[in-house]
């Protein structure tokens, strides 16, 4: 069973920086696809980022594009979206989900992916 921890939220000032990270256990987590998703209140949950296995394929949100990262490294079965140029707009609970059907079935995430981590805080002031 795969359990996942998101770390790295906090409070930032518009146009700052962030990295999140997401640490994966379970002897299998490094085969399962990854994802970043946010919430903001009163809102619908949004794909950020997602990334295959092997790291080889990303995804981005359009709204994200050119200024947050999506990586991983499997031997520390963790996954890291680095966030510069932040807005006030950023401002959500970010989670790490991980799916063992792959990374469009991250990227088109309809439905609920297979494992969900609780969430970190990311709030950007202007």
């Known amino acids: 069973q795969v359990q996942l921890v998101e770390s790295g939220g906090g409070l930032v000032q518009a146009g700052g920086s962030l990295r999140l990270s997401c640490a994966a256990s379970?002897?299998?987590?490094?085969?399962?696809?990854m994802g970043w998703f946010r919430q903001a209140p009163g809102k619908e949950r949004e794909l950020v980022a997602a990334?295959?296995?092997?790291?080889?394929?990303?995804h981005y949100a359009d709204s994200v594009k050119g200024r947050f990262t999506i990586s991983r490294d499997n031997a520390k079965n963790t996954v890291y979206l680095q966030m510069n140029s932040l807005k006030p707009e950023d401002t959500a609970r970010y989670y790490c989900?991980?799916?063992?059907?792959?990374?469009?079935?991250?990227?088109?995430?309809?439905?609920?992916?297979?494992?969900w981590g609780q969430g970190t805080l990311v709030a950007v002031s202007s």
């Open positions: 989900a991980a799916d063992s059907r792959g990374f469009w079935t991250v990227v088109d995430a309809k439905g609920w992916l297979e494992v």
């Open positions: 379970g002897h299998t987590a490094s085969s399962y696809a």
């Open positions: 990334i295959d296995w092997s790291g080889g394929s990303t």
